[in-house]
């Protein structure tokens, strides 16, 4: 129980402290995605699946952010982005970025 333990909120705090660029930019991806979709209209439904989506691609991108040693404080900015384009460009990018590199090697399908 947390309230049994003394030390669960502090231990939190520190949880919180030490992942905050994760958790910006999963929240600026989940909070610009929502606006985005229901600015064109969606449904809830549609609009939170999208969050949810964007929120996950977001985590994989700044977890790629410390795999390549590049600042964490750009973890805020690839939320805001990712949840601007949405999955449907991101899709598409990632499409015409494995098609360059068939057509470049030759690779069949």
Known sequence: MPNKDP???SQLWDWIVINAPLLSGVFLAIITSLA???REGSGWKVS?????ICAAIS???INAL???NLPLSLAQFFGAFIGFLGTKKIGAVVDAVFTFFK???GVNR
């Open 59 to 61: 985590v994989g991108v």
């Open 48 to 52: 939170l699946i999208e969050a949810v």
């Open 103 to 105: 057509n470049k090697f």
């Open 66 to 68: 410390e795999w390549a």
């Open 36 to 38: 985005r979709e229901k």
């Open 7 to 9: 030390t669960f909120w």
